[in-house]
Structure formats: structure tokens, C-alpha cells
């Protein structure tokens, strides 16, 4: 009877790792194709011209070979991508900065002073985040155009230094968490808003800070729409344009240097996802925005 | 504090009874303090909505000043054969790559829920692609891919499967690009993960020991613990979804075969940007603007019956 009990006992234990490890294997499998495009992106980048499309499924190169990097690197119509990095390199961290600054200033004063409307702004700025851009941009574009800001980054970096709703909000989210008593102690040891926000609230809020800039950084350096409107010279390009430009089906010869460059474009983000994946993870999952 | 349900919370203003001087101070400290988002939200939110549904019943091409036109632009759309046909791209992408996104999302965060060796591994392995796969370099990437003696088909054709032209055939145009959306179903993945991992696990232990199997349990514990995560990310994905523009402009440029895969906002911009019609794109804009609060209002009015909110949860 006992030996029985635990003949069935192993039974089920032999049964759930069984079952333990076809989970796994199809979250290998799965994650195979994943990841595929990705390697394979990279794997053309060091593949000879010839190879590339020969032997386009493979993803060991036969001969390996840095070249693509070289010639794609020498950009086209005499810039290289250096300017076109550059470029977005500025973008992407001006934006953040005004990004991060200022959406960390408008949570404070959500989420910690009781003033009068308070809800009623809150609730517009959730609204904002579910509008689309699109009926903004046209308008954007005519006072930009006035303003004579087309073939200049101001259109791209301006308005992020007034505050991004999905941001203030994840702040928020991070604010609301700490303890009312710092408020009232720094109070009573007379201090002012600004200074409880600047020297106690913006301290411990680092992980959202750090969160947001890592969004911030990955959304401008991807974006496309934007320089697409606003700027036309070719050695004003970040690199998102920049590969459009290069990669134009019409025009586009060399794939193993298009490939190359767009490999090397994603690398900024490969490098910020490795250093700070647990922010992002958090940042994810705790306001649940973004997909 | 990591609900990961993001419920809209607003600040109740508990002001506090105390002396009026106060109040005054948090008032305009209050007002100070977010006067960044306020000021921004009128000059790039605000006015530029008022100004596009007035530009839309004006024909404007910004060199000479708006000629006011009416309906006229509302007319043409009912009969441009391009809008059309950019309207139904729209709605084939939106109903097909959303649904999809975020059943791979819940099915692979249910599979790793179970705490396995290496999670944060794979974690990492399924959320990169959501990470790049909005970028200029994965949308070209994408198009050599699906090429027609690119990887797909060279797989394809190991499992003796003749791959189509994918891109170069008006039928099969829009499949790679629903692909490369529900490849990224990575970020909607960690927040089921975030959820299902809220789920107290005495709700399955009792619902096992009375007898209710894994789909019964499926049905009745996860999907209604999990309904407002869902909810929420249903709403964001679709409105992101009738956005989609980088991967339209770069995979399928012109629309594509026979325009099968023009997308709506690719359309918006050729008309105001390429051939400067701004009145006719604001006309366009403000149409967007109002399919998606149709769709948004109406997952907001479903929902009473089928997002559940455990009356537990903190407030």
C-alpha cells in the first residue's frame, strides 16, 4: 500500500519534470525564431557581397569579412555615417534630457501638492497619451515652418522638454510609493517645494528617472517620422533617415553594407538594454504602457 | 508599490482643512510645478487640435493662406479609391496583428510563469525584438527576409514549401508586416508575466482540489485575474496599431501591390507632406482621430462584462 503511494508519487513527479521540460523546450524553440532575424541580420553584416544572397538562410558567414562595415561606413553623397550618428546622438540625448527634467517636475506636483483642478489636469494628460499624433502634426508643422525651424533639430528636441504624459506618469506611479513622512519632516525643518522635490523627492526617484531616460533615449533614436518632416539635408540625418536613404529599394546596391549599418544602428540599444534590462523589465511591467 | 494593474488612479485632492495662506501656496506651487506639461499641453496638444478640424474644411497648401472649402474634403475621401483602400489595410493589420500580439504574449508569459531555470534568459531572447522591431534597420532587414529568394522562402522550401513573392504580390503584401508586429509581442509578454504573477496561487490549489482542469482553470482564475491587464494593454495596442507608419513606408513603399498595403498614416503623410494637401490630411487626421475613440470608447463600454476588477485591491 505504502510502496504503492510512493510508486505514484514518483510516477507524478517523473510525469510533471516530463512536462517541466516540454515547456522548455518549446520556449527554446520559439525563442529560436525569435531571435533569428536578429542573428541573421547580423551574420549577413559580415558576409561576403556574393554570399549574402547565395546562401541567405546560413548564419555562419563562410568567409568572414569586416568590409561591409568599412564601405557602409563611408555613408553616401559624401557623409559618412559618423555625421549621421552624430546626429542622432544629439538628438537623442537633448531630448532625454528635456524628457526626463521635466516630466520628473510635473510628477512631483501631480502626485505630491493637493492644488485645485488637480484631477481634472490629471486626467487630461492620461487622455493625451491615447491621442494621435497625427492630428497634431500638420498644425506642429506650420508653426515650425513659420518659426523657420525646418533643417533644425529644435522641432525634434523642444517639445520633449516640456514633459511626456507616459513618463510623468511612471514617476508618479514611483512617487505615490514613498513615505507622505518625508514630506511633513522636510516641512517642518522648513523646507520649500522646490527643495523637498530637488533634494528628497528627485534622490529617490533614480530607478524611474533612469527607467524614462532609457525610453526617452530608445524612442528618439528610432524615430523616424519626425526628422522624416522636419528634416530634408542629407547631413542633417540621424540614422534612421539615413538608412532609408541608403537602403532605397530603386537606388540600393551594396546589401552587405546596409546591412551592416543597420546592425551597427541597433547597437545603442543592444548596449543600454544589457546594461539596465532590470529597469526596463520594471518599467514595463509597473505601468504596464508601451507596446 | 508595483501594482501592475495601471488603474486610473486621480489624485483625490484631499486638501487638507487648513489655513487658506496654505492652500494658496500649494495652489500656485501646484500650478508652477506642472506648468511645464500645461504650457506644452496647450501650444503642441491643445491649439494644433483646433487648428487641424479647422484646417480640415479648408484647402490649404502652405504657401498661399487656407481657402475655406466646406465639405469638400470630406467629399473627396468618400470617393478616393486610395483612402479606401488605405482605410482597409488599416483595419486588416489592426484586427489581425493585435489579437495575435497579445495571445502569443499570454501564451508564452503562461509557459514561463512556471519559474523555470534560465527565465531571465529567455525573457530577454522574447522581448529584444519589441525592443528594435519599430526601427528603420529591422523594417529593411525585414524586407530582405521576406524577398523572394530571401531566408523565409529558403526555409520554406527545405520543408518543400514553394514561398510566394511575398512583397511583390498584392495577396501576401501585408503578411510580412502583420509578422513583424506579432513578433514584437515581448513587452505585452512582461506584463502578463507582471500580472500573472499576482495571481495568489490558493486560487488554483482550490480549484484543483475541486477537480477543475487546467482549461476550466484557464477560463475561470487566469483570464479574469488577468482581464483588466488585458483591457489595458487591448486599448493601447489598437490605438498604436491604426498609427503603425516606419514599417509601412519602409516595407511596402507606394502602398505596395495594387496599394494592399498603404497604410493610413503613410497615405496621411503622402497627402499633406508629398503633395501638400494639409487640409485634406487634417480632414484625414481628424477621421483617425475619431475611428479610434469609436473603438476606444467601445472596448471601454464592453469591458463592464469582461474585465474584472477584485474589489480586494488597494485603492
Known amino acids: ?27 527554446i524553440f520559439l525563442g529560436l525564431f525569435m531571435i533569428y532575424p536578429l542573428l541573421w541580420l547580423i551574420a549577413s553584416s559580415f558576409k561576403d557581397i556574393s554570399e549574402i544572397f547565395t546562401r541567405a538562410g546560413s548564419l555562419i558567414p563562410e568567409r568572414f569579412t569586416a568590409e561591409n562595415y568599412a564601405i557602409g561606413w563611408a555613408g553616401f553623397g559624401g557623409i559618412s555615417f559618423a555625421t549621421f550618428f552624430k546626429n542622432s546622438f544629439i538628438i537623442a540625448i537633448f531630448s532625454t534630457i528635456g524628457a526626463v ?31 494621435p499624433t497625427q492630428v497634431q502634426i500638420i498644425p506642429q508643422y506650420i508653426v515650425f515652418n513659420k518659426l523657420g525651424w525646418i ?8 517639445p520633449k522638454f516640456f514633459g511626456q504624459a507616459f513618463f510623468i506618469f511612471m514617476m508618479m506611479q514611483f512617487i505615490r510609493g514613498l513615505p507622505k513622512e518625508l514630506d511633513e519632516a522636510a516641512e517642518i525643518d522648513g523646507c520649500g517645494r522646490f527643495g523637498m522635490f530637488w533634494r528628497i523627492i528627485l534622490p529617490l526617484i533614480k530607478p524611474a528617472l533612469i527607467t524614462s531616460a532609457i525610453f526617452s533615449f530608445y524612442w528618439t533614436w528610432e524615430d523616424f517620422f519626425g526628422p522624416l518632416l522636419y528634416l530634408n539635408e542629407p547631413r542633417l540625418f540621424p540614422v534612421s533617415l539615413a538608412l532609408r536613404a541608403f537602403s532605397d529599394p530603386a537606388a540600393a546596391t551594396n546589401w552587405g553594407a546596409i546591412f551592416a549599418m543597420s546592425a551597427l544602428s541597433l547597437l545603442p540599444a543592444f548596449i543600454l538594454f544589457l546594461m539596465f534590462q532590470k529597469y526596463l ?7 504596464g ?3 | 508599490m508595483h501594482s501592475t494593474i495601471p488603474r486610473v488612479k486621480t489624485p483625490n485632492a484631499t486638501v487638507r482643512r487648513t489655513s487658506s495662506p496654505r492652500k494658496r501656496y500649494n495652489t500656485l506651487m501646484g500650478y508652477l510645478f506642472i506648468s511645464p506639461w500645461l504650457i506644452g499641453f496647450f501650444i503642441f496638444t491643445f491649439l494644433p487640435i483646433i487648428v487641424s478640424l479647422v484646417l480640415a474644411f479648408t484647402s490649404y497648401d502652405i504657401l498661399s493662406s487656407p481657402r475655406w472649402v466646406g465639405l469638400a474634403n470630406f467629399q473627396q475621401m468618400w470617393s478616393d479609391r486610395r483612402y479606401w483602400n488605405a482605410v482597409r489595410t488599416t483595419f486588416l493589420y489592426v484586427f489581425t496583428s493585435v489579437p495575435l500580439r497579445l495571445i502569443f504574449a499570454l501564451a508564452v508569459a503562461m509557459l514561463m510563469n512556471g519559474a523555470y531555470r534560465l527565465v531571465g534568459l529567455y525573457r530577454a531572447i522574447y522581448y529584444v525584438p519589441s525592443l528594435v522591431g519599430g526601427s528603420v534597420a529591422v523594417a529593411v532587414m525585414w524586407r530582405q527576409l521576406f524577398g523572394e529568394s530571401g531566408a523565409i522562402n529558403l526555409g520554406l522550401s527545405l520543408l518543400g514549401v514553394d514561398g510566394p513573392n511575398w ?17 514584437q509581442f515581448g513587452s505585452p509578454m512582461l506584463i502578463f508575466l507582471a500580472g500573472l504573477k499576482q495571481i495568489p496561487q490558493e486560487l488554483y490549489e482550490a480549484a484543483s482540489i475541486d477537480g477543475a482542469g487546467g482549461w476550466r482553470q484557464f477560463r475561470s482564475i487566469t483570464l479574469p485575474m488577468l482581464s483588466p491587464v488585458i483591457f489595458f494593454n487591448l486599448v493601447m495596442q489598437l490605438i498604436s496599431g491604426f498609427l503603425v507608419f516606419t514599417q509601412g513606408l519602409i516595407i511596402a513603399p507606394g502602398g505596395g501591390p495594387l496599394q494592399r498595403a498603404l497604410f493610413y498614416s503613410v497615405y496621411l503623410y503622402e497627402k499633406g507632406f508629398a503633395q501638400s494637401q494639409m487640409g485634406y490630411a487634417s480632414a484625414m487626421a481628424w477621421v483617425l482621430l475619431i475611428i479610434i475613440g469609436f473603438f476606444t470608447i467601445l472596448v471601454f463600454k464592453t469591458s463592464d462584462n469582461w474585465v474584472f476588477y477584485d474589489s480586494k485591491e488597494d485603492a
Open chain 1, 281 to 287: 523589465v520594471q518599467g514595463i511591467s509597473t505601468t
Open chain 1, 151 to 158: 533643417n533644425t533639430f529644435y522641432p525634434l528636441i523642444v
Open chain 1, 101 to 131: 527634467l521635466s516630466s520628473a517636475v510635473v510628477a512631483y506636483g501631480f502626485a505630491r501638492i493637493p492644488f485645485a483642478g488637480r484631477g481634472f489636469w490629471f486626467v487630461l494628460m492620461l487622455l493625451t497619451m491615447m491621442l
Open chain 1, 289 to 291: 504602457l508601451k507596446g
Open chain 2, 167 to 183: 512583397l511583390g504580390n498584392p495577396r501576401t503584401v501585408l503578411i510580412p508586416i502583420i509578422i513583424l508586429a506579432v513578433w
Open chain 1, 1 to 27: 500500500m505504502a510502496s504503492q503511494a510512493i510508486g505514484t508519487r514518483s510516477r507524478l513527479e517523473r510525469q510533471r519534470r516530463l512536462k517541466a521540460g516540454a515547456v522548455q523546450l518549446v520556449i
